[in-house]
């Protein structure tokens, strides 16, 4: 291929002409030299300028590397685990990056670049003048160095040389390398070397990469409207990535085109089609580009990712240069994987066993494109649907190339590239961290083959609604630590109903049937009862779950979030029931409930210890970021809650089966079970799992999947660990408490017709009650009218019962008395109506005169007036109010 000779050769023929030579003198570099100078002396005085000039320049670094004709491939990158086992290597031709020369790349796209990047690149000699003055003064003017005005030339020295830190010692050091590199390569060579290594987007360098991921097509098959969208990107790739900000690259591409037809280098026809096509509705995220090109696994990726962050943070690389370090630098990269664990893990995850079956619930995404090749021209086509089943999908395509005309010969002849990714559902994904030092012991982004997932990761990635996991850390966690909660604070599971500062009613139910009344926060959180949580976040507000949410190193719940034009906040009532914007990934969710399983102290998750460069200094030191977020005596409450949830509440399923370990977990469901989690530790390990669809929606099955993987990870990772309970701290007492009331239990508390509601509680030294129980009553009750006895009531009748009297009244709308029914204490409670009613049968009308009783001195016993039959249970107020 050979495109764009001809421009080329005009371009160079303009250059010699004599109306540019002066223009040329005046870019040359002794000018330039000159104006460095001049600058120089500007801005560090006259006396030192020229002396401070020739020590930066001294200290440039070699270009060498840029000056050979072909890229070299470098060293080999080792990751090692934390014994010194090797993980992965990496090599140069495993980044992604495939390199092409020049007469590969459309003349368009070249000039496309040129266009936006530095249009006056064929006439300078590696530095702009005019444009570098005008920086000069835009700089002088903002008081920072924001205008940068950087040639093609000093893109490529920065990108693969120099950091990016903002001095005037890097600035005038990558003009003074752009020049040199002008000497000794071509504008051609310049021009190949910066398209095979500026970052398109998405972990990509080079134009043959994006094409192939954005448009499924080699670069030199791309139309003049792709080539725009391309050369948008390298600005701000993240800005003007055109899968996220379509509008941003359109943008960006217009301009493009406007500067390629005022240029000469297109023609208005070539113009006006360009324009007219909708390339966005075509660019697909292939990410089966990327699976091609990498059998690394879920945990590699995301410490290729993270390390890719860290070399551009800390030490100010570009990207460009940092995927350079790790696919050509031969670094030494400690990680924290465990590949016993890991493989355990993933044993699990690939078992289709361990997932509902076809005829219990099961579908199979599929995501598939075809790209035919007409002439120089090629169409795209893509689609993505979920099917019941793997051969309802085949047959799919099949369809789909029938009625597109595509043969397998085609096919075989490369006229036609298909490419096909199924993936079942649902998913899962899972972490397990040790929580003591924030190593990330293993991951895993999603079920079945990692070949049909592995762009999206969606252990690191997939922000899904946390449903109850969050009762522990938005509501119970904020109120035993900071408002003087306990595990014995009594809280009423009754109909509710919030008016909302928007006007709208609240009234969540509970997942179970009907409403339990008089509770504690220990059964809120074994029993996961929903109102509970709720009237907890109403009573501490919700900006308070939010404070110590944000502690616990959320970054995906808002106090306020932007979605085009509406604006929206997790700062509401529904926050302990897993009501977010967006949800929390199973990452960010395993490190919470690691903060308190450690105690109180949240330590941020780590993938990798270190890195050394290839002469073995350290060029990363990765310790995590820790903090203390809530007292040693709230984790240890909670934890000891959360060991009776798998010991007898709704976490059963996920105790192990021989393995011998102490257990702590909650289970979490959202509206129509779209979302299943469990997040769980031991003394050891805290993991979290979810599962549901990749596109939300309800799952059929009622049965334990979820918390059964959690289960066989967690006990395979445990098999040869010896046994360990959760140490019990300092300032940790107990003592025995009525269930109905919180308060310290009476006499009354063990009569309760439904068996003694009392146990022994554990409290923070301080948060003991101090009062008992004033909610189980003894009354007497004329059997009769099944009110309260009076005087004149028969003995016979009149019957000795202990009840509940509520502090506050269940009161209901009239004709919704039946909700009274579904509440399972109010049969055993005082009814507000009764308040203060005695028996209406009984009166002297029906009194059968009796001997009066009479005392030791044979006198008449004053029979008990109605007060004191009733002493202690009728509420002067109430009765007032009535």
């Not at 030579?21 to 001049?38: D, Y």
């Not at 002297?844 to 044979?858: C, F, K």
Request: hydrophobic share 40%; with cysteine; glycine share 6%.
């Amino acid at each position: 291929m050979n495109f764009g000779k001809f421009a080329r050769r005009k371009k160079l023929e303009s250059i010699d002409s004599k109306t540019t030579k002066l223009a040329n003198f005046i870019s040359s570099t002794v000018f330039k030299v000159i104006v460095f100078a001049v600058v120089l002396l500007a801005v560090l005085g006259v006396s030192a300028g020229f002396g401070t000039l020739h020590a930066f320049i001294d200290a440039s670094p070699s270009i060498d590397n840029l000056m050979e004709e072909i890229v070299p491939e470098g060293y080999t990158t080792f990751i090692y685990d934390l014994q010194g086992n090797q993980v992965q290597e990496l090599h140069g031709a495993d980044a992604n990056r495939v390199y092409v020369e020049y007469d590969q790349i459309p003349a368009y796209l070249a000039h496309a670049f040129v266009s936006i990047e530095d249009e006056r690149f064929y006439d300078h000699n590696g530095v702009d003048l005019e444009g570098f003055i005008r920086a000069i003064f835009v700089n002088i003017q903002s008081m920072s160095f924001s205008e940068g005005a950087s040639t093609i030339t000093q893109q490529i020295i920065k990108n693969n040389v120099l950091t990016t830190d903002v001095t005037i010692e890097r600035k005038l050091q990558e003009m003074y390398l752009a020049i040199q590199l002008e000497k000794h390569r071509s504008k051609e060579d310049i021009l190949e070397l910066y398209m095979n290594t500026a970052a398109c987007g998405r972990g990509t360098n080079g134009v043959q990469t994006a094409s192939r991921l954005y448009f499924n097509k080699d670069v030199w098959n791309i139309t003049i409207a792709e080539a725009a969208v391309l050369a948008s990107i390298t600005n701000k790739p993240g800005k003007f990535d055109p899968v996220i900000n379509p509008e941003n690259n359109r943008e960006r591409a217009l301009r493009i085109l406007d500067k390629l037809l005022e240029q000469e280098y297109i023609t208005k026809i070539e113009y006006d089609e360009a324009k007219s096509v909708d390339v966005y509705s075509q660019i697909q995220i292939n990410n089966q580009s990327i699976e091609e090109n990498s059998d690394y696994s879920y945990y590699v990726d995301e410490t290729i990712t993270r390390v890719v962050n860290d070399l551009v943070i800390q030490k100010g690389l570009t990207e460009a240069q940092a995927f350079n370090q790790i696919y050509r630098g031969g670094l030494s990269i400690y990680i924290t994987q465990d590949l016993k664990i890991q493989k355990s893990m993933d044993d699990v995850f690939t078992d289709e066993e361990n997932f509902p079956p076809v005829n219990e619930d099961f579908a199979m995404k599929l995501k598939y494109s075809l790209t035919v090749q007409k002439g120089e021209q090629s169409e795209n086509f893509y689609h993505e649907e979920q099917f019941d089943t793997i051969e309802d999908a085949k047959a799919f395509i099949v369809a789909t190339k029938a009625e597109l005309g595509v043969s397998e010969s085609d096919l075989e002849q490369s006229l036609a590239f298909e490419k096909a990714v199924f993936i079942p559902q649902p998913q899962a994904a899972m972490v397990i961290m040790d929580y003591h030092n924030g190593h990330v012991k293993a991951i895993a982004g999603g079920r079945g083959d990692k070949a049909g997932n592995q762009v999206f990761n969606r252990a690191i990635e997939a922000k899904r609604q946390p449903g109850s996991t969050f009762k522990i850390v938005a509501a119970y966690l904020p109120a035993i630590d900071a408002r003087g909660y306990t595990m014995a604070t009594g809280i009423d599971d009754i109909p509710l109903d919030i008016l909302q500062p928007n006007g709208q009613s609240f009234n969540p139910g509970n997942w179970y049937k009907g409403y339990r009344g008089l509770s504690t926060v220990r059964e809120g959180i074994v029993w996961s009862m929903n109102i509970l949580a709720v009237k907890t976040v109403f009573d501490i507000g919700p900006e308070l779950s939010y404070k110590y949410l944000m502690d616990l190193g959320f970054t995906t719940v808002y106090d306020q979030i932007k979605i085009g034009s509406d604006i929206f906040t997790d700062i509401t009532l529904s926050l302990p029931l897993g009501g977010l914007t967006e949800g929390v990934t199973p990452l960010e969710l395993t490190a919470a409930y690691g903060a308190i399983a450690g105690g109180g102290v949240y330590v941020e998750p780590i993938f990798y210890t270190r890195v050394l460069d290839h002469d073995g200094n350290i060029l990363l030191d990765n310790q995590p970021v820790t903090r203390a977020v809530m007292k040693e005596t709230t984790a240890y409450l909670l934890t000891d809650s959360m060991v009776e949830t798998i010991q007898a509440g709704t976490g059963t399923s996920a105790k192990f089966k021989e393995v011998n370990m102490a257990l702590a977990g909650k289970t979490g469901t959202t509206n129509s079970t779209k979302d299943l989690w469990f997040a769980g530790y031991s003394p050891y390990y805290v993991a979290a799992i979810w599962m549901g669809y990749d596109d939300p929606q309800k799952m059929a099955y009622v049965k334990n999947y979820h918390k059964w993987i959690w289960r066989d990870v967690m006990e395979a990772a445990h098999v040869d660990l010896p046994y360990k309970g959760f140490d019990r701290p300092e300032g940790i007492t107990s003592a025995t408490i009525c269930t109905e009331s919180g308060m310290l239990a009476t006499e009354a508390c063990t009569l309760d017709p439904r068996g003694s509601r009392t146990r022994v509680e554990l409290f923070a030294v301080g948060t003991v009650p101090t009062e008992t129980c004033d909610i189980h009553k003894e009354v007497l009750i004329c059997t009769s009218s099944e009110l309260f006895a009076n005087e004149f009531c028969p003995v016979d009748t009149v019957e000795t019962r202990i009840m509940l009297q509520r502090h506050e009244p269940i009161i209901v709308e009239e004709g919704d008395e039946h909700i009274l029914e579904t509440i399972e204490d109010y049969q055993y409670s005082i009814p507000y109506s009764m308040v203060g009613e005695f028996c209406d049968i009984h009166g002297p009308d029906t009194v059968v005169p009796l001997e009066p009783e009479l005392d030791e001195h044979g006198q008449p016993i004053d029979p008990p007036s109605p007060d004191e039959i009733v002493d202690d249970v009728v509420d002067d107020e109430a009765v007032e109010g009535e």
